[in-house]
């Protein structure tokens, strides 16, 4: 695992000691701090990724990240739902990246779970359950906010409903 000098848990989990070497140079060099790897026998307690990336700006800081977001011509209407779907995608990348799940939508036999919502009342929507594909996929389920379980998906519904509220009505 590959730590970096004052984040307090590991930045991912890499399959060889070479990789792992690589990446924390990657880091050091990127982010001028000290990295350093360790080995994954050393490690007591596994990474709570909703703990450590609980807002867009933990997400950006676990993936390296500036804030990227680039302001096309888009109506006033339509930019806080715009806004709310890119920070719903990058914490979305954090979450799977520390879980190590990359969707496969060419994979019939890799299953994806989503959050689903229902309309309640005049508060917004709210998470209803979770829904599961293998292979299909449509516009109404975004293959960029899917996860490696229901669990997953369920605490990324309910975690993030403000942002799914901002993403999914208009106000």
């Known amino acids: 695992m590959v730590y970096v000098e004052g984040a307090g848990i590991p930045t991912f989990k890499y399959t060889s000691k070479e990789s792992a070497e690589k990446e924390a140079q990657r880091l050091a060099n990127k982010l001028s701090k000290k990295a350093f790897i360790m080995e994954a026998d050393s490690i007591i307690e596994p990474i709570e990724i909703n703990i450590k990336v609980d807002s867009f700006k933990a997400a950006l800081e676990f ?3 500036k804030n990227e977001a680039y302001m096309f011509n888009i109506a006033d209407k339509h930019i806080k739902a715009m806004m709310a779907m890119y920070q719903l995608i990058t914490i979305a990348e954090a979450w799977n990246k520390a879980d190590e799940f990359v ?11 989503f959050p689903w919502f229902k309309k309640q009342g005049t508060t ?10 293998a292979t299909n ?4 389920i975004g293959s960029r906010l899917c996860f490696k379980s229901a669990e997953r998906a ?14 999914l009505l208009f106000r």
Do not use: C, E, S
């Not at 969707?103 to 299953?111: I, L, S, T």
């Not at 917004?124 to 594909?133: E, I, Q």
């Open 137 to 140: 996929a449509t516009a109404a």
């Open 103 to 113: 969707p496969d939508f060419d994979n019939a036999n890799q299953y994806k779970w």
């Open 63 to 65: 993936l390296g990240r």
């Open 154 to 167: 369920t605490q990324f519904g309910k975690q993030f409903i403000d942002l799914w509220n901002d993403f």
């Open 124 to 133: 917004g929507f709210v998470d209803a359950h979770t829904h599961m594909t």
